[in-house]
């Protein structure tokens, strides 16, 4: 059996193509030159390490990378990302092949809210309008009435008619969030991101108190009480805009700590610090993002391998749902960011 065959095999249990690369292969150089040989382009979502970042055609988030991917000529999108978002990516591009480095690569978030389970839960709601937060599964969003991003879910919430009823999903900090900006009851799903849930308020004080000057931002998917103290709150692009506009010269940012690389890009003279966990490591990474790597992503352009497939009707159907927050993103004139 061949090292291809042999790594297929594996590929099954791993999620990713499993070869010994030569540690002395010039993993830039071979990924630039699958980009051009295989008319590939790379997605990089801003959680990415930074070397996947800085090869990256393009940086964002989950819902504008694949826009952007959708509007190339590319024949091959590469999804430096999690599963979620390279699904997003084939829903929106159906006639290319779209890849993901690792199909391990999953979303605590996403994961939460079985399709399953909720189709059954929103059978007890049966006038209710379902609105889902683009962090979800392709399944989920067929049983979404309108998707949201951290950006739009404002506009979206406030585009359902007041004597219509509200099932907010996955996302039980976003829900709530909204719940207060909007003033609409909703019946929000119990579903959570790992990463935003373990920010320490103890020690985000004590930072606080060392950099008085300092801004908190912080991501709406975090804990209301974090919410109540922040700053600022947005979207990853959101706090990333923030950054590079507000004149401030140190900022605690709680999100995933893989958008600093982004931030100091943008302005070097200022500092970054992560919101500490409540454990004991020294930032708050995401481990499923980080189940990518350079030397995955290399042999995913090799050998178009692992590849995201959807059934049609999930593409057909999942998209509706995307597309009617489009409509409202484009009345409110809103450029898009998760």
Same mark, same amino acid.
């Given at each position: 059996?061949?090292?291809?065959?042999?790594?297929?095999?594996?590929?099954?249990?791993?999620?990713?193509?499993?070869?010994?690369?030569?540690?002395?292969?010039?993993?830039?150089?071979?990924?630039?030159?699958?980009?051009?040989?295989?008319?590939?382009?790379?997605?990089?979502?801003?959680?990415?390490?930074?070397?996947?970042?800085?090869?990256?055609?393009?940086?964002?988030?989950?819902?504008?990378?694949?826009?952007?991917?959708?509007?190339?000529?590319?024949?091959?999108?590469?999804?430096?990302?999690?599963?979620?978002?390279?699904?997003?990516?084939?829903?929106?591009?159906?006639?290319?092949?779209?890849?993901?480095?690792?199909?391990?690569?999953?979303?605590?978030?996403?994961?939460?809210?079985?399709?399953?389970?909720?189709?059954?839960?929103?059978?007890?709601?049966?006038?209710?309008?379902?609105?889902?937060?683009?962090?979800?599964?392709?399944?989920?969003?067929?049983?979404?009435?309108?998707?949201?991003?951290?950006?739009?879910?404002?506009?979206?919430?406030?585009?359902?008619?007041?004597?219509? #009823?509200? @099932?907010? =999903?996955?996302?039980?900090?976003?829900?709530?969030?909204? +719940? !207060?900006?909007?003033?609409? %009851?909703?019946? &929000?799903?119990?579903?959570?991101?790992?990463?935003?849930?373990?920010?320490?308020?103890?020690?985000?004080?004590?930072?606080?108190?060392?950099?008085?000057?300092?801004?908190?931002?912080?991501?709406?998917?975090?804990?209301?009480?974090?919410?109540?103290?922040?700053?600022?709150?947005?979207?990853?692009?959101?706090?990333?805009?923030?950054?590079?506009?507000?004149?401030?010269? #140190?900022? @605690?940012? =709680?999100?995933?700590?893989?958008?600093?690389?982004?931030? +100091? !890009?943008?302005?070097?003279? %200022?500092?970054? &610090?992560?919101?500490?966990?409540?454990?004991?490591?020294?930032?708050?990474?995401?481990?499923?993002?980080?189940?990518?790597?350079?030397?995955?992503?290399?042999?995913?352009?090799?050998?178009?391998?692992?590849?995201?497939?959807?059934?049609?009707?999930?593409?057909?159907?999942?998209?509706?749902?995307?597309?009617?927050?489009?409509?409202?993103?484009?009345?409110?004139?809103?450029?898009?960011?998760?």
């Amino acid at each position: 059996m061949n090292s291809l065959a042999i790594a297929e095999k594996n590929l099954l249990k791993n999620g990713y193509l499993d070869i010994d690369l030569d540690p002395e292969l010039d993993l830039v150089a071979e990924i630039n030159r699958l980009k051009k040989e295989k008319n590939a382009i790379i997605l990089a979502h801003y959680y990415q390490e930074s070397e996947i970042q800085d090869i990256a055609d393009f940086i964002g988030d989950s819902l504008g990378l694949s826009q952007k991917a959708s509007t190339t000529k590319a024949d091959i999108i590469v999804f430096a990302g999690v599963h979620f978002m390279a699904e997003t990516a084939k829903m929106l591009s159906p006639e290319k092949k779209v890849l993901l480095p690792d199909l391990k690569a999953g979303c605590s978030l996403a994961d939460s809210c079985p399709p399953h389970i909720f189709r059954k839960f929103k059978e007890k709601y049966p006038e209710h309008v379902v609105v889902s937060y683009i962090n979800c599964t392709a399944e989920l969003k067929t049983l979404t009435d309108i998707c949201c991003t951290s950006t739009n879910a404002v506009q979206v919430i406030n585009s359902i008619p007041k004597d219509k #009823e509200i @099932i907010f =999903a996955p996302d039980r900090n976003l829900g709530a969030y909204l +719940q !207060k900006k909007t003033g609409r %009851k909703m019946i &929000i799903w119990n579903g959570t991101c790992m990463v935003h849930e373990i920010f320490s308020h103890e020690k985000i004080v004590k930072l606080q108190n060392r950099h008085p000057e300092a801004k908190f931002i912080a991501h709406p998917e975090c804990e209301p009480h974090l919410l109540e103290v922040a700053d600022y709150i947005g979207s990853t692009s959101g706090l990333l805009k923030y950054t590079k506009e507000n004149p401030a010269e #140190e900022f @605690i940012v =709680a999100t995933e700590v893989g958008i600093i690389h982004q931030m +100091q !890009k943008a302005s070097p003279h %200022k500092t970054f &610090i992560p919101a500490p966990p409540n454990n004991t490591c020294a930032c708050n990474e995401c481990p499923h993002m980080k189940r990518n790597t350079m030397e995955k992503l290399y042999l995913c352009m090799q050998y178009e391998q692992p590849e995201i497939h959807l059934e049609d009707w999930i593409i057909e159907k999942g998209v509706e749902s995307i597309n009617r927050m489009l409509a409202i993103s484009e009345n409110a004139g809103l450029k898009l960011a998760d």
